[in-house]
């Protein structure tokens, strides 16, 4: 039988990453971070717990994406009212708000339960590079 490891709260150590987006494509950057906020590059993961670190990820506005998608991929809100759908191109979201576009994706990347909301507490997006976080490891 095997048998599940159960870190104390008091035994996790939560780090902080630093990731450059510039450097990543959207999704290969959202699965990443989401990887990290999770937890599961540690031993001591348990599905159940959140066990994750902090990440910061920086230059938001120098995302990379590939094909078309600056173009053709949409945003939608709902208001809750008929007719109330409102639309959002990428490209446009960018210009105004990189971090929102980097915050949804990663997100996305995240299961729909009690956990994703603490978990997406730890991640800190940055517009540029200057930030006042201190750093335990920069992934490139």
């Known amino acids: 039988m095997n048998q599940t490891y159960l870190p104390k709260t008091s035994d996790i150590k939560r780090r902080w990453y630093e990731i450059d987006a510039s450097k990543f494509t959207l999704g290969r950057l959202a699965t990443r971070v989401a990887s990290l ?8 993961f348990t599905p159940h717990m959140d066990v994750g670190d902090f990440v910061v990820v920086t230059n938001a506005e120098k995302i990379k994406l590939t094909g078309r998608k600056i173009l053709q991929k949409e945003y939608f809100r709902f208001s809750g009212y008929p007719g109330g759908i409102k639309r959002e191109i ?9 971090e929102d576009v980097v915050y949804r994706a990663v997100r996305n990347m995240l299961a729909v339960n009690r956990l ?19 750093i335990d490891k920069k992934i490139s």
């Open 37 to 44: 906020l999770r937890g599961k590059h540690k031993a001591s």
């Open 90 to 98: 990428l490209r446009d979201v960018l210009k105004k708000k990189p």
């Open 116 to 134: 994703r909301k603490p978990i997406l507490k730890r991640l800190k997006i940055v517009r540029n590079d200057k930030h006042n976080f201190n």
